[in-house]
């Protein structure tokens, strides 16, 4: 019999649907926490974002009102306590937050990228200068910049010129000391001395001769005597002849040594001419061969101002006839004949009496010393040497006339530019004396011919530079803060607040200090004013060197002063005198500038305003307004902007900067002072269905809860 096995199916479809709704909640619960978890972090980022900015905007006011810098100055306990704070209110800490449950697990604070930073520090200024550059400044630099190209071109010719009259003023020295000595040789009277002492010798010789006969004879009677008494007689005259023989003697070795002494000397006079006119020959050698090259170079140079190469080749051509005109070749033969006869007269004074005097024989026929070469001669001028009354003006510009600040030791030692160990103070040797008339003008040529480079470079510079050096002139105090006939406005810095009536470290030259960086601020201005001088002094030594009336004037006066020297000294004596003519010049150009004048790059005549005698025509045109070589003191300075160091200014900028807040804000530093803030933080939430360790195996933190990370970096 079959047993029947009852099944009961009762309940199968609850447990079914409930396994599936389970699945279904579990699914959604997952979906539903990371759709949260999604929107937290969007939360947690934008609230991250907010307490960033919110600190941020605790930036130093008087950095930006007066610099229009961004940066804030907070010690970390501040910072970290007051984005805490902002960021807790943001994602509603503390408040009943039944969807997110927000709770802060970490927060991590960097204060990133200093203002020291130069290229942070240049993009906020060039931001701050993006619509307040004047365009306009461009192309007035542009023309200004060439001319003073073209000025330091001439500079390199007219340094060329006076290297090569320095050359043949030289030769001219020694042209004098040769004639000098050609004087003394031919002056000495040899022939006359040495006759008189050679016939006195001559004289000693024969009587020494008799009394040595005289002698021979008594001594072969003494021999062949026999008579005692008799032999006593001869024996006393012998002893006498023997006396008197050497008194003959000691009297010729005398006169001998008499003889040797005046061809020692007549040898020292001609040993000396003979070096000069060897140094002559082989200085004229070098000055021919030095004129050639630059004649050619001059010749083929499409370089410079026309008119300082025609003149050069002019002055070069002069001194060349100046050289021809000297026979220092032609007496050196006659200088090596003497100096061996003498040598030969030495030698044989040590051997037979003949010999010797027929060497005096040779000596006593020296022919004359003929030395030509051109001389200035005599000449009167009205003129007026007036170099020590320029020297005297001179330094009476550079007196220092009010006491000005220097930055003590501690504030220095704690500028960014000393901390960056890239540039040392600049302890430059200054002197109003380093424009001199010996090498000091000379120098100065030398310095703006030497910068020739630079200033063509300077074009390709110039937009680049724009910004910061425009920052540098609206933001920085400087001398003459107005040109004449301006409006007070123009004094304002970017602002249109006055910068002469805030409170700073300097007194003044602010902007001399970023050019020259001297901790002094009376030496960067006496700085910046040879800096400036330099280049009148070469655009006024130039306008003379083209100015035919006015050389003429010049060369009178050095022939006045030269008188009887050698012609090849008077170029460089009348380069001297334009040194000084166009220094008086300079230092009224100076003068004016500093009262707010503009004064034309290159002078004409009508524009000329001194005379030789150091009188001042005040009434002579400065020239037209819109002449676009038309300079005055700020353009200088921007001019000398453009040729300073991009990190030299930006550091120096950044020392200003200190020095002048720190008045304020004791403790100030740019080092501190940052533009960036990243913040790295910790959030978690809760979960609504599940806690997933996959949410919380980073942090530890309970399965209830999953971990946000939010990391954000925020400048300015």
Known sequence: MKVLKIINYRGAITVFTSIVLASIFLVAGIFTDAARIKLAQAQVHKANQTALSSVLACYNNELKDLYGLFGYNLDYETLNDSYEEYFSKNLNIGSRDFLYGFNIENIRLEQAFSLQNNEIFENQLKEFMKYRAPVKIVSDLLSKIQGISNLSKGSKIYRRKVETERKAGD????????????????????????????????????????????????????????????????????????EELQNIEASASGLRNTMLDTINQYKSYNSEALEYAGNITLQKQELIKRMEAELESVAGGTNGIEEVQKAYRDSMLYIKSLVKEDNSEAITEILERNMNNCLNSINSASESDDSFLMTIDQLCSAAEINYIFNKCVPVSSEEEDNRDRVLQLLEQAFT????????????????????????????????????????????????????????SGLAENLVNQLYINEYIMGTFRHDVALLKNEDESKAFNLRSVSKYEREGYFSCFE?????????????????????????????????????????????????????????????????VLVFSWAMLESLYDLEQLGLGDKIVLFKNKEQWKTDLSGLVNKNNPSGPEDNPLLLSYQDYLRVFLLLTERDKKLDRIQDLVQMNIALSRPGFTVENTFVALQADTDVTIKNLFLGLPIFASQSGVKLSRSLINASMLLSY
Do not use: C
């Not at 000098?180 to 022939?191: Q, R």
């Not at 001395?193 to 040595?212: C, Y």
């Not at 901390?419 to 109003?432: L, M, P, T, V, Y």
């Not at 002094?537 to 006045?560: E, F, P, Q, W």
């Open 171 to 242: 030769i001219g020295q020694l042209q004098m000391l040769l004639e000098e000595k050609a004087k003394s040789i031919n002056n000495s009277d040899i022939a006359l001395e040495l006759g008189e002492l050679k016939n006195k010798l001559k004289e000693k010789i024969s009587v020494k001769a008799g009394i040595l006969n005289e002698l021979s004879r008594l001594e072969g009677e003494f021999m062949n005597e026999e008579n005692s008494e008799i032999r006593d007689s001869l024996l006393s005259s012998i002893s006498s002849i023997k």
């Open 400 to 455: 220092q006339k009010v006491q000005l600040k220097s930055i003590e030791n501690n504030v220095f030692n704690q500028l960014p530019s000393r901390k960056e160990q890239q540039q040392r103070e600049e302890n430059i040797d200054w002197s109003f004396r380093d424009f001199n008339w010996d090498r000091g003008a000379e120098k100065q040529l030398q310095y703006i011919a030497d910068r020739e480079s630079s200033f």
């Open 511 to 575: 902007v001399e200090y970023i050019i020259n960086g001297n901790r002094d601020e009376a030496v960067n201005s006496m700085l910046l004013k040879s800096e400036i001088l330099a280049l009148r002094l070469a655009s006024n030594v130039i306008h003379i060197y083209t100015d035919a009336a006015k050389m003429n004037r010049l060369i009178g006066l050095a022939a006045a002063l030269s008188s009887w020297s050698a012609g090849l000294a008077a170029p460089i004596l009348q380069t």
